[in-house]
């Protein structure tokens, strides 16, 4: 036993030190292959086409292409295009602020929206405590409590 002590102790510093070569060697490896990445990348770019580059640009900056977007980008330049989306706040918004300005709701604070247009399930609950409740809507809670609306449909097994 004393004598495979040292033994171990050079197997284990042998171990360390493949381990430590494997990983300068991996390391090595991904950096050459990341560099030669960079430049077939590069390479491959070049070989699209004017209108293959603004659809390729189309998709990674948003949704695609609508009808009239490549001759939108063809007309404004790539590098003009990418530079308006990296800063939206120089696009000039009057054409949509002009629809919208009808609006009144976009305008309106929370608590006066939900005032004048109260979610449905919160109008039932008034209309329930005030006991104004519509009888169709009474015999559809009525059968939602009882378990109705939660029951397997009888015809639903027939063909």
């Known amino acids: 036993m004393i004598r495979s002590l040292p033994r171990?102790?050079?197997?284990?510093?042998a171990t360390g030190l493949l381990t430590i070569?494997?990983?300068?060697v991996?390391?090595?490896?991904t950096i050459t292959s990341g560099q030669s990445m960079r430049?077939?990348?590069s390479k491959s770019s070049a070989k699209l086409s004017e209108d293959q580059?603004?659809?390729?640009?189309?998709n990674r900056l948003g949704f695609g292409a609508r009808p009239g977007d490549v001759e939108r980008v063809k007309a404004m330049g790539v590098d003009k295009y990418i530079e308006q989306q990296l800063t939206p706040e120089k696009i000039d918004d009057s054409a949509s602020?002009?629809?919208?300005?009808?609006?009144?709701?976009?305008?309106?604070?929370?608590?006066?929206?939900y005032e004048k247009y109260p979610q449905p399930g919160q109008l039932l609950k008034q209309l329930q405590r005030r006991d104004a409740l519509p009888a169709d809507l009474k015999a559809?809670?009525?059968?939602?409590?009882k378990g109705g609306?939660?029951?397997?449909?009888?015809?639903?097994?027939?063909i």
């Open 21 to 24: 070569v494997a990983m300068a």
């Open 39 to 41: 430049t077939g990348a």
């Open 8 to 13: 171990q102790r050079a197997l284990r510093s």
């Open 26 to 29: 991996t390391t090595l490896a």
């Open 140 to 145: 559809a809670r009525d059968n939602r409590v």
């Open 97 to 113: 602020e002009a629809k919208l300005q009808n609006l009144e709701t976009l305008r309106m604070p929370t608590a006066e929206l």
């Open 53 to 58: 580059r603004i659809l390729h640009v189309l």
């Open 149 to 158: 609306a939660n029951a397997p449909d009888a015809s639903a097994g027939k």
